[in-house]
């Protein structure tokens, strides 16, 4: 494994420098806070950010993104005869993602390339790009990523860990797109890999040591799901739920989305959009039939599918990476750490 | 597939009223591309996207049968956006047809078996689909006894009813056609709901029958008792379910019940996989 040392005073030149052969994605922040967005030219990612209120999975999955395209006008050879809508699949690198979040990323790929079926959009995007982290030295009070299978230094998902040591990165080069990545950016002043070493686990266990929250989930893989989905809480834990949908929009790991088609004259497009299981609408049925009529059974569905259809089907855990967002973002606190406890820890009376 | 969005463009080829209320209609497409057709090969059971462009997309299951070459057809009930849009198209018009999506019936493992069909109103396309799959004359001698109990309001709604009269000659499968009533004189079928024509003239049950059951909820909910009466077991019943749908491939995340996604673990399944997950269809 190699390591890199970068001096503060040649970032900057070196993000630029790759600019040539890469397209750039990272934190900024807007009216709206820190977001994890396409970088104009003469923009620098913030490398200094705590959290985005945002995750980076809209690096990969757009929240709005056209899909297919086509003429509706006759006089058109190919008149509604659908093509894939061009994209931008050339190399990109996401700059500063945390650490959940590309675990989060590696949850999502789950869903969009399996056996049966791949999502083109998704992976094509996935394969165009790099991810350069930027590990967490000091964790927010919201963060329980140590207990979800990720942590403030984990490097699941990236090419490139960044560990900020207040006037240089150091930098853990893992794959060979990192590799890449960082020869784009002229980034070649190689550090002892076994002393930076030591240095990472060291600022790792200070990293994991500051983080006090967690979630339990070791009990949640021998109930049935018929159980938990008829346990008698789910009426307390919806009540003061409002359905807004904040809580998916914001999480890493929520892939849901809709498809609809739009038209500007004779050309017609379709897109896929951002969806949320909060929503009414997500399953309503022509008839006005709903499966899932109720707001208790929406929210039901957010937490069992995070918490036990993910983990029942996958075997790689929650779906969750403890990133503590919907926590910080629901307006009436509904706290997924409480709901997974009282899940983790229900006893179906006989 | 390249592509899983991606349609296959078609022709609609031939349109026809398939009740006399005109709330449904048959739509016959031919594939434009060579060697779509091939791509598509499916089984009965299976459904697809029926894809217009500038409108949207609709998952249909597919009422022809496998058997049946040069075309694909599918019986739509007109409710919505899409279903009134596609009421309203021509023969000729160019759209798109995504597919073939979903599990199919457990034709292997029915092999060898008597097979009893239950539908009910216009939930018998991929019913259609398989009787005609069976009825080949490649594939009759697969099957055991075959019995199909078929239900509409009145004569006039029932789906594919030159074809319903004529498997009614035949002497290879059993029709118990019913309507819920008719002032009709010379009705020569049955009277009644399709739970009680089950109760009444399906086989009952041994290790070597299973029934296919589709239908709107009511109905199901009524024939689930009809057939454990008979004897049938929760793994001798086999479902299709209709939730609604987006993608058709796993993906958009809508359609689930519990960890199966309707779309792509289904839509067919038995009772007993159906017992084991919530009920949110
Ligand atoms: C596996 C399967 C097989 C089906 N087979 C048939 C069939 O053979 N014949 C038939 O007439 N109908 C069938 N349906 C139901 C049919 O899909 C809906 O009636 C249709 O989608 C309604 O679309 P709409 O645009 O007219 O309605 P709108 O209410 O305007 O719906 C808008 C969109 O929501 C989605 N949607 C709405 N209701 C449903 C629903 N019940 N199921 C799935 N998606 C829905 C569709 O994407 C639709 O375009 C089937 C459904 C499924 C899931
Ligand atoms: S953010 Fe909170 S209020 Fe909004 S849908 Fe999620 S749980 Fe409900
Ligand atoms: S469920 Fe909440 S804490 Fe978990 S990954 Fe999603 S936003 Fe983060
Ligand atoms: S329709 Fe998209 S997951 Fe089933």
């Known amino acids: 494994m190699k390591f890199i040392t970068i001096d503060k005073k040649d970032w900057a030149k070196g993000i630029d420098k790759s600019r040539g052969t890469y397209q750039l994605f990272g934190p900024v922040t807007d009216i709206n806070g820190c977001q994890i967005k396409a970088l104009d030219a003469d923009v620098q990612p913030e490398m200094e950010y705590t959290d985005s209120v945002l995750s980076a999975k809209s690096v990969l999955f757009p929240q709005s993104e056209k899909i297919l395209v086509t003429s509706l006008n006759e006089a058109d050879d190919d008149h509604h005869i659908m093509k894939r809508a061009d994209g931008d699949y050339t190399p990109r690198a996401v700059i500063g993602i945390r650490p959940y979040d590309a675990r989060a990323i590696q949850l999502v790929k789950m869903n969009f390339d399996t056996e049966d079926y791949r999502d083109p959009y998704w992976c094509d995007a996935y394969e165009a790009t790099t991810f350069v982290g930027l590990a967490i030295n000091k964790p927010g009070p919201l963060d329980f990523s140590t207990s979800t299978g990720t942590g403030p230094f984990s490097e699941d998902g990236l090419d490139i860990l960044l560990a900020d040591m207040d006037d240089k990165f150091l930098a853990k080069v893992l794959t060979p797109k990192g590799e890449a990545y960082a020869a784009a950016c002229g980034f070649n002043t190689e550090a002892d890999a076994k002393e930076s070493q030591v240095l990472f686990d060291v600022m790792r266990k200070d990293a994991e040591k500051t983080i006090s929250s967690s979630v339990e989930t070791d009990k949640l893989k021998d109930k049935t799901i018929l159980d938990l989905y008829e346990a008698p809480f789910w009426d307390d834990v919806a009540f003061s739920c409002i359905n807004c949908g904040t809580c998916t929009y914001v999480c890493p790991t929520c892939w849901c989305f809709d498809i609809q088609d739009e038209n500007k004259l004779k050309a017609s497009s379709r897109f896929r959009n951002w969806d949320t299981c909060m929503s009414p609408l997500f399953t309503r049925h022509a008839t006005g039939h709903n499966p899932r009529g109720e707001k208790t059974m929406r929210v039901r569905q957010r937490f069992m599918h995070k918490l036990k259809y993910f983990l029942d089907k996958y075997d790689s855990g929650i779906m969750c990476v403890g990133c503590g967002r919907c926590v910080k973002s629901c307006p009436v606190n509904i706290d997924i750490r409480q709901v997974c406890e009282t899940m983790n820890n229900y006893e179906k009376k006989e | ?281």
């Open chain 2, 1 to 281: 597939m390249e592509n899983p969005y991606l349609p296959y463009p078609v022709r609609i080829d031939d349109i026809e009223i398939a009740t006399e209320d005109k709330s449904l209609k048959t739509f016959k497409f031919v594939f434009l591309n060579e060697g779509d057709e091939e791509k598509f090969a499916y089984q009965a059971g299976q459904f697809a996207e029926l894809s217009i462009p500038g409108v949207g997309e609709i998952p249909i299951g597919i009422a022809s049968s496998p058997v049946e070459k040069g075309f694909v057809k599918f019986t739509v009930f007109r409710t919505g956006v899409v279903t009134s849009y596609l009421h309203n198209m021509k023969v000729g018009d160019i759209m798109g047809l995504r597919g073939p999506l979903g599990n199919w019936y457990p034709w292997d493992k029915l092999e060898g078996k008597n097979v009893v069909i239950i539908g009910g109103g216009f939930a018998f396309t991929t019913l259609r689909s398989s009787i005609v799959y069976m009825l080949d004359p490649a594939n009759r001698s697969k099957f055991g006894n075959i019995d199909v109990v078929y239900g509409a309001r009145s004569p006039g709604m029932l789906l594919y009813r030159e074809e319903l009269y004529e498997w009614e000659k035949r002497s290879d499968i059993n029709m118990h056609i019913t309507v819920d009533g008719t002032d009709d004189p010379d009705w020569k079928y049955n009277k009644g709901f399709v739970p009680q024509i089950v109760e009444e003239k399906a086989p009952q049950a041994d290790a070597d029958t299973f029934a296919i059951v589709c239908g709107p909820p009511i109905m199901i909910k009524f024939t689930q008792p009809a057939l454990t009466k008979l004897g049938y077991g929760p793994d001798q019943i086999i479902m299709s379910l209709e939730n609604r749908m987006k993608c058709g491939i796993g993906m958009c995340g809508r359609c689930n019940i519990g960890k199966e996604l309707v779309c792509k673990d289904g839509p067919v399944f038995t009772l007993e996989e159906i017992n084991m997950t919530p009920k949110e269809y």
